[in-house]
């Protein structure tokens, strides 16, 4: 019933968006933004997310064309606030669906519906300005059925399919990592030798901010868990499995 891959996506360099202007114009406000801006080399930060759907069959008195009430979502690996490095994210549904664009513009990025029929959503994510410039795109086969069709269906445990991903960003700006260096939705290497941080931004009152992490969900309780070290650990298994098959093989 349960199904995950793990893979690592890398989001494409920011074009330089700097250009010509005239020195009289220049003030310490161009300054400080070009400090911010500046790329830091050999530096990667990754964000580790989880991306699935989750499906729950309504009984033998539902019916044929409302089977089932589904969602589908974008999430945090450890249901961390994917919105410090999310700023938009687009679900596109089968064309049979009211309004099958779906935009999410703050998390928790989801959209639940209900139906029959299983098919492959489309799903972008878009960045904030000092991330990147360029989205993201994911693909999730919407899963309503066990995988042993022949059993019985429950109305209690549902269907999930999730998949664990990490976005890489390279050469991330002085002014991303100084904004997200003490989140726990992102990862910082290890820096150069040398290399001092930035100030942390200051993060505004935790009371006035919109919650976004699904520590709480209503789903979270059928979440799978994932980890970096786990899967690192099935990357091996499955290396050395098939290291066992070619030496066989010889």
Not at 196 to 223: C, I
Request: hydrophobic fraction near 35%.
């Amino acid at each position: 019933m349960n199904n995950s891959s793990s893979s690592k996506k890398h989001s494409p360099d920011q074009p330089e968006t700097s250009g010509p202007t005239f020195k009289s114009q220049r003030t310490k406000m161009d300054t400080e933004k070009k400090i911010l801006n500046k790329k830091l080399k050999d530096v990667e930060i990754s964000c580790p997310i989880v991306y699935g759907s989750m499906a729950f069959w309504l009984g033998k008195k539902a019916s044929e064309y409302q089977s089932h009430k589904w969602t589908v979502y974008v999430r945090g690996a450890m249901n961390e606030d994917l919105g410090v490095v999310v700023k938009r994210v687009v679900f596109q549904l089968h064309s049979s669906f009211n309004s099958p664009t779906r935009v999410l513009e703050s998390p928790p990025f989801e959209v639940s519906e209900a139906g029959w029929g299983e098919f492959e959503i489309a799903i972008t994510l878009y960045f904030h300005s000092d991330v990147c410039d360029k989205p993201v795109n994911l693909y999730h086969h919407l899963k309503l059925y066990p995988e042993d069709e022949s059993g019985p269906m429950s109305t209690k445990k549902p269907v999930v399919l999730e998949t664990y991903d990490e976005i890489v960003f390279p050469e991330p700006s002085e002014g991303f990592l100084a904004r997200v260096q003490n989140h726990p939705a992102v990862t910082l290497p290890r820096l150069p030798i040398g290399f001092t941080l930035p100030p942390p931004v200051p993060v505004e009152d935790a009371s006035r901010r919109k919650r976004g992490d699904t520590k709480d969900h209503p789903l979270s309780q059928w979440f799978m868990n994932f980890s970096e070290a786990d899967e690192l650990l099935q990357l091996a298994a499955a290396r050395q499995q098939v290291s066992m098959s070619a030496s066989l093989k010889s």
